[in-house]
């Protein structure tokens, strides 16, 4: 004996096996496709986060080395200005480096120079930074 179905049931039809298999295999792809760009996307706010904190610390020596010339005097300022700074995310104390007029490195400004070139840097794995240039006048 053959069923006869009635014409409500011929239109309802599900999805074959295969069609949920390509369907899950299509969401799969689009989902591994969004964790890798998490992924990225954390690693791009770490490193923001390395350049701020970075930043920071190299503006704050600035900072220093410019109230110590300007409340105490121009021979005030040594290299070991900055030492006091660092220790945070990572970082050391920013490098302070002193250039005298006729280009030597040295320690601490003297009277005996009309200019001297502060040059900050901070080191840490990661992105570089571009250093702060202070250029010192003795008045």
Do not use: W
């Amino acid at each position: 004996m053959r069923h006869v179905y009635p014409q409500r049931f011929a239109a309802c039809r599900g999805f074959t096996l295969i069609e949920s298999i390509i369907a899950l295999v299509l969401l799969g792809i689009a989902s591994i496709s969004i964790i890798s760009l998490q992924t990225t996307i954390f690693n791009g706010q770490s490193d923001n986060k390395v350049l701020e904190v970075g930043t920071q610390l190299m503006q704050e020596c600035a900072e220093q080395v410019l109230a110590m010339r300007r409340n105490l005097s121009y021979t005030s300022v040594t290299t070991s200005a900055c030492n006091g700074l660092g220790n945070y995310g990572g970082f050391g104390a920013p490098i302070l480096t002193l250039i005298n007029d006729s280009g030597s490195s040295v320690t601490a400004c003297t009277n005996a120079s009309a200019t001297c070139t502060a040059t900050i840097t901070i080191n840490k794995g990661g992105p570089n930074l571009t250093p702060v240039v202070l250029q010192l006048v003795n008045y």
